[in-house]
């Protein structure tokens, strides 16, 4: 059976409702100021090459993407009026990853996972990295980004009572746990007021 790397008590949030109620309204804000977007941008510019086939998890209404042009742009998230306004998106869907892990995506279907300024809420990431690592194709890379903004109420404990370097150690626990990641840099950077973190690693061969 597989583990997932955290346990009962650190899973927990301040707010227990249901993440959807919470994402019921859509929010037209960024999560983070101009330099770390700016970052963002040039990190995928980087590592994700065009014409790659692109998933943006527990994205909204901005992806943040390069201008560069890709097979297909595939969204998710929890507000159905942030993904239907994001022009980079040529699909999306709706889902709680806390309360539904499997994703609606074929084996080795992307090239490239993306998840920005998110990955704080997941209360299973085990099962959702994953699942991320089933939808990639061998060598595929997965990003993802935080900084030090959140939802407090939303983010689970084992994040919110942990410095920046311990929020990197929990995202390298999600790629081990995944069995599947090769951590291939981790980004440590003050762009501007907000600080830049991103874990960056591959899909190892099948």
Known sequence: MMTEPLSDVQREKLDT???ASFYDSPR???????GFLDRLTDLYDSEIPAGARV???MSSWVSNLPAAEYETVIGHGLNADELAANDRLDDWFV???NDEQSLPLT???VDAVT???SVQYLQYPGA???EFARILADGGVLAISFTNRMFPTKAVRAWRETSMDGRVDLVRSYNDAAGAFDIQRVVREQPATDPFYAVVATRTPR
Do not use: G, I, K, W
Request: net charge negative; with cysteine.
């Open 17 to 19: 409702r249901p993440d």
């Open 28 to 34: 037209y804000v960024t999560h983070a100021d101009e």
């Open 55 to 57: 998933f943006d998890a």
């Open 95 to 97: 889902q709680d990853l």
């Open 107 to 109: 084996n080795a279907s």
């Open 115 to 117: 998840c920005a300024l």
């Open 128 to 130: 959702v990295f994953r």
